[in-house]
């Protein structure tokens, strides 16, 4: 079952629910003892009275705190700026695994199910005493994420078009380095056939690159949170009110394009059907 984004109290939660065939006491064990969370859960787990310490293979790691613990039935607890919960529910089947995790960055939703649907089927797997070979596309599963919950849709403020988008947790250095390439002048990649070049107007890298197009200005801003990851975010003060459905629709296939080019997946050539479909959509939503 595919993961659901809600919000909750101003805030977006993703939610799973697994049908575990195993009885509650032994999955109660798989999500709380860290020797267990050691098979499928992203990151070595500390368990101190109610402090955590979570570790990831490359060293870096965070603090967290246990918020509930109802054994075997809810355990919650906030790991940094996020509040994840367990909750087993009997099922004559095994029981059901009811699993929220409260974001503190909407964008990185598409990210963060693809990981956990990975992770649950690891979890899966260890309880059934199996080995897990772990996926070799992780971008897929994001792309439909991303699509499925809306996270590629862009925005408009009165003429100003805006997109933020996950990039994930690749360093700034070579997400400048990829959308650059090398160039000291308008890169390739800030701009498309809808969106024509102009002269630049502001540059800093690795963060920001700013120009003139004769649509309007456009504005790329690069972001990294040691919480949340990197993060794009595009926005483009059209002339012309009707551009707007265009820009929206041009900027939407060209961050899909980018976001696939940080995967090492360049497609081409521009897809100008797509853009005239996502064009009349946007214009229709008005």
Known sequence: MSAELRRVDGKPVLRFERLLRHPPEKVWRAVTEPGELAHWFP???????????????????SDGEVLEFDPPKVFAFRWSTDV???????????????????????PS??????????CFA???ASLAGEEF?????????MERYVREFGLDEGRV????????????WKPLD????????GSDDLPVRAWNPDVPPGPVTAREEPRLLEFDSPTGRVRWAFRHDPEQGTSVELTHTVRDPAFVPTALAAWHVHLELFFAATFGEVRGPWPADR????????????
Not at 46 to 55: G, N, S, V, W, Y
Not at 174 to 181: D, G, H, I, K, M
Not at 275 to 286: M, Q, W
């Open 275 to 286: 853009v005239a479909e996502l064009t009349d959509r946007y214009a229709t939503r008005g």
């Open 122 to 124: 690891a979890l899966e």
């Open 174 to 181: 070579e997400v400048w380095a990829l959308f650059t390439e």
């Open 84 to 106: 994840l919960r367990f909750e087993l529910l009997p099922h004559d089947d095994g029981c059901l695994l009811v699993f929220t995790h409260v974001l503190g960055s909407e």
């Open 109 to 118: 939703a598409g990210r963060t199910a693809a990981g956990w649907d990975t």
């Open 157 to 168: 403020d009165g003429t100003t078009v805006r997109f933020v988008r996950d990039l994930v």
């Open 133 to 141: 070979a772990q996926p070799t596309d992780w971008l897929g599963p």
């Open 43 to 61: 990151a070595a787990v500390e368990i101190d009275d109610r402090a955590l310490r979570f570790t990831f293979p490359d060293g870096s790691g």
